[in-house]
């Protein structure tokens, strides 16, 4: 791992003139990743720390959304935790709650998760067997 940390850093120098010229070019813009997988149950093997995406996202001086990865045993613990690390980030993270719609009662979980600080929902019909139409 730190072999790809250093690649990462050589990476980040060598493409921090441009990401600095892109966004002198828009005054006053906020970054803002949507979409970043926290966990270690991915099914194509990846793995991300919540401490992780805060480097990358100081790097960028950006903010984001954060949601666990598949999860076999269910997302009730993994929505707690996420809706936690978002909490404890200072304003850096916003916590999404996974649902799967197929098992137990999703609509339930939502509510919970919603009041518990979840600002949005993650569906993903892939990795859970759905299709969004009727």
């Not at 401490?51 to 950006?62: N, Q, Y």
Request: charged share 25%; with cysteine.
């Amino acid at each position: 791992m730190a072999h790809g940390n250093l690649l990462v850093v050589r990476d980040d120098q060598q493409l921090r003139p441009w990401f600095d010229s892109a966004l002198a070019q828009v005054p006053g813009v906020e970054l803002f990743d949507v979409h970043m997988h926290v966990g270690e149950n991915d099914p194509d093997g990846f793995k991300a720390r919540v401490a992780d995406i805060e480097g990358a996202l100081e790097l960028a001086g950006a903010r984001g959304v954060i949601f666990p990865f598949n999860e076999p045993d269910g997302y009730p613990p993994a929505n707690d935790r996420v809706i936690s690390e978002a909490a404890a980030s200072a304003g850096k993270l916003l916590a999404f709650c996974r649902l799967d719609p197929t098992k137990g009662d999703a609509v339930a979980e939502a509510e919970r998760a919603l009041d518990a600080g979840a600002r949005g929902i993650k569906l993903h019909p892939r990795a859970e067997g759905f299709t969004m139409h009727d």
